[in-house]
């Protein structure tokens, strides 16, 4: 039978498949014996690698820090001799962690609920449904009698949400592949992808002297991570009165029409504010409840000057801005457009606010180029920029063989040829495995879901992603490439 034929008679274990790995809350917690990554994301992996198993696929496991189902073939022809180590590896590279599920959910984020042919949850397009989509086209080449040319990869990343440690130890580990795509991003293709840089700024806070006036911060926290746009802040605050705070709460709300509420528990007040999540490297498609909470707070009177401070430096240098501009690394350039700065969580803890940001520079610009924009901003202000985290652009040629043949197959399976391949400010493993690029999943026109609320794939675009993926394969890893 042909392969996509095959793909069309397994859509009710496909569906099953993607529900059961959703109902699996993979978020990155504390190491637990073996799982470097915690019980969830080991739970994940061990998942996946058994159905790769029960397929007749070779399932590798990396000390647990990653691993990946190979669909091994043969060499033929004039290749017939050589050893193994020598036969190329295309590699489709995919993750199984998620991001925390956040607020505001309609449906069980760790459900995996089918409804009006959706299914919804955490990580159904980032990235747990094109892992399922790559695992059953590789299925459906193998039952079809297909004997690949190259040795392909399913590769199962464990942390890319976060740090990158496990690809990091994997590929330490296991051979480079020799090519590949990561179903972690936009069709037709992703040819080139911004820098990336998460650290923290840090502001030293003393202790509140017990004769000055204002309001005391008792807590503050919002965010879920760093690569997204903060959908939650909260505040505690303790005064003598609170009338003139909540008056200028509602005065606030009236103007702005933002979701901010106040709740009198005893002596505390707490504030809480509600944005809308989206991805880090699209934060116009969210709002921020951090700089929601920082202009709300402009307006009331703190006891601690150096949290004032703050405030200031906040609304001043960053505010709802979303390209750094204000803080001085608002760079551009031709190929990839202006950068992107998403602020993704802040916490007050132990004599220190710190805010964690997220930034996606241009490709033709370097991190020391952008930390040196911000530089006269923060130590006006005496916050240190600390934790940096630092993933370089990768910028490919369109004109590349690969590329072009990836967007040739997209073109034939979906009839759109009129979009064009892209840059991109999200980050993927693209960066991290030679001759890689992002491939999919999300199709032009259709909602970024990814780290949002009710989080969906069609079965519709699930069961085209593995048709896609298949053919991939077929032409990429096949005897005539």
Same mark, same amino acid.
Request: contains cysteine; charged residues 25%; aromatic residues 10%.
């Given at each position: 039978?042909?392969?996509?034929?095959? @793909?069309?008679?397994?859509?009710?274990?496909?569906?099953?498949?993607?529900?059961?790995?959703?109902?699996?809350?993979?978020?990155?917690?504390?190491?637990?014996?073996?799982?470097?990554?915690?019980?969830?994301?080991?739970?994940?992996?061990?998942?996946?690698?058994?159905?790769?198993?029960?397929?007749?696929?070779?399932?590798?496991?990396?000390?647990?820090?990653?691993?990946?189902?190979?669909?091994?073939?043969?060499?033929?022809?004039?290749?017939?001799?050589?050893?193994?180590?020598?036969?190329?590896?295309?590699?489709?590279?995919?993750?199984?962690?998620?991001?925390?599920?956040?607020?505001?959910?309609?449906?069980?984020?760790?459900?995996?609920?089918?409804?009006?042919?959706?299914?919804?949850?955490?990580?159904?397009?980032?990235?747990?449904?094109?892992?399922? $989509?790559?695992?059953?086209?590789?299925?459906?080449?193998?039952?079809?009698?297909?004997?690949?040319?190259?040795?392909?990869?399913?590769?199962?990343?464990?942390?890319?949400?976060?740090?990158?440690?496990?690809?990091?130890?994997?590929?330490?580990?296991?051979?480079?592949?020799? /090519?590949?795509?990561?179903?972690?991003?936009?069709?037709?293709?992703?040819?080139?992808?911004?820098? &990336?840089?998460? /650290?923290?700024? &840090? %502001? %030293?806070?003393?202790?509140?002297?017990?004769?000055?006036? *204002?309001?005391?911060?008792?807590?503050?926290?919002?965010?879920? $991570?760093?690569?997204?746009?903060?959908? @939650?802040?909260?505040?505690?605050?303790?005064?003598?009165?609170?009338?003139?705070?909540?008056?200028?709460?509602?005065?606030?709300?009236?103007?702005?029409?933002?979701?901010?509420?106040?709740?009198?528990?005893?002596?505390?007040?707490?504030?809480?504010?509600?944005? &809308?999540?989206?991805?880090?490297?699209?934060?116009?498609? *969210?709002?921020?409840?951090?700089?929601?909470?920082?202009?709300?707070?402009?307006?009331?009177?703190?006891?601690?000057?150096?949290?004032?401070?703050?405030?200031?430096?906040?609304?001043?240098?960053?505010?709802?801005?979303?390209?750094?501009?204000?803080?001085?690394?608002?760079?551009?350039?031709?190929?990839?457009?202006?950068?992107?700065?998403?602020?993704?969580?802040?916490?007050?803890?132990?004599?220190?606010?710190?805010?964690?940001?997220?930034?996606?520079?241009?490709?033709? /610009?370097?991190?020391?180029?952008?930390?040196?924009?911000?530089?006269?901003?923060?130590?006006?202000?005496?916050?240190?920029?600390?934790?940096?985290?630092?993933?370089?652009?990768?910028?490919?040629?369109?004109?590349?063989?690969?590329?072009?043949?990836?967007?040739? @197959?997209?073109?034939?399976?979906?009839?759109?040829?009129?979009?064009?391949?892209?840059?991109?400010?999200?980050?993927?493993?693209?960066?991290a495995i030679r001759n890689s690029i992002a491939f999919g999943a999300v199709f032009p026109g259709e909602p970024e879901l990814g780290h949002q609320k009710n989080e969906y794939i069609t079965v519709k675009n699930l069961m085209l992603l593995a048709k896609i993926f298949a053919e991939a394969i077929y032409v990429l890893a096949g005897p005539e490439a």
């Open positions: 039978m042909n392969y996509l034929d095959l @793909i069309e008679k397994n859509q009710d274990e496909m569906i099953r498949t993607l529900q059961e790995l959703i109902s699996i809350k993979s978020v990155i917690s504390a190491r637990e014996g073996d799982a470097p990554f915690g019980a969830g994301i080991q739970e994940a992996f061990e998942y996946m690698l058994k159905r790769g198993t029960e397929e007749g696929f070779q399932a590798v496991n990396i000390d647990n820090y990653g691993g990946h189902i190979e669909f091994a073939g043969r060499p033929s022809g004039p290749k017939a001799a050589a050893s193994e180590a020598d036969r190329d590896i295309m590699a489709i590279a995919v993750h199984l962690d998620v991001v925390p599920e956040g607020t505001g959910w309609g449906f069980p984020p760790y459900g995996g609920e089918l409804s009006e042919g959706r299914i919804y949850g955490r990580g159904s397009i980032d990235d747990k449904g094109p892992a399922v $989509a790559a695992f059953y086209a590789m299925k459906a080449l193998k039952d079809s009698g297909f004997v690949p040319e190259k040795r392909v990869r399913l590769i199962l990343g464990l942390d890319e949400e976060t740090n990158w440690k496990g690809m990091e130890y994997y590929l330490q580990k296991a051979e480079m592949p020799s /090519f590949g795509f990561t179903p972690d991003c936009n069709f037709p293709a992703v040819y080139a992808e911004k820098g &990336v840089l998460t /650290f923290d700024l &840090v %502001k %030293k806070i003393g202790k509140t002297h017990s004769k000055a006036k *204002g309001a005391v911060i008792d807590s503050l926290v919002g965010g879920n $991570a760093p690569n997204s746009v903060a959908d @939650i802040a909260k505040i505690v605050l303790i005064a003598d009165s609170y009338q003139k705070t909540i008056d200028k709460l509602c005065e606030f709300k009236k103007e702005t029409g933002y979701s901010i509420d106040a709740r009198l528990n005893g002596i505390y007040l707490e504030i809480t504010v509600h944005g &809308v999540s989206s991805h880090g490297a699209r934060p116009a498609e *969210g709002l921020n409840a951090i700089s929601i909470l920082m202009k709300f707070l402009s307006h009331v009177e703190l006891a601690n000057d150096e949290i004032g401070c703050f405030v200031d430096f906040y609304n001043t240098y960053i505010g709802f801005e979303l390209d750094g501009t204000s803080l001085g690394c608002g760079f551009t350039d031709e190929p990839s457009g202006k950068l992107i700065l998403n602020v993704g969580m802040i916490k007050l803890d132990k004599g220190k606010l710190t805010l964690t940001v997220n930034i996606r520079y241009p490709v033709t /610009f370097d991190d020391e180029k952008v930390y040196g924009g911000m530089t006269p901003a923060l130590r006006k202000y005496g916050i240190e920029l600390v934790g940096r985290k630092h993933q370089k652009p990768i910028y490919l040629s369109k004109e590349d063989k690969m590329v072009a043949a990836l967007i040739d @197959i997209y073109r034939k399976h979906t009839g759109d040829t009129d979009s064009e391949p892209m840059v991109t400010g999200c980050t993927t493993y693209a960066r």
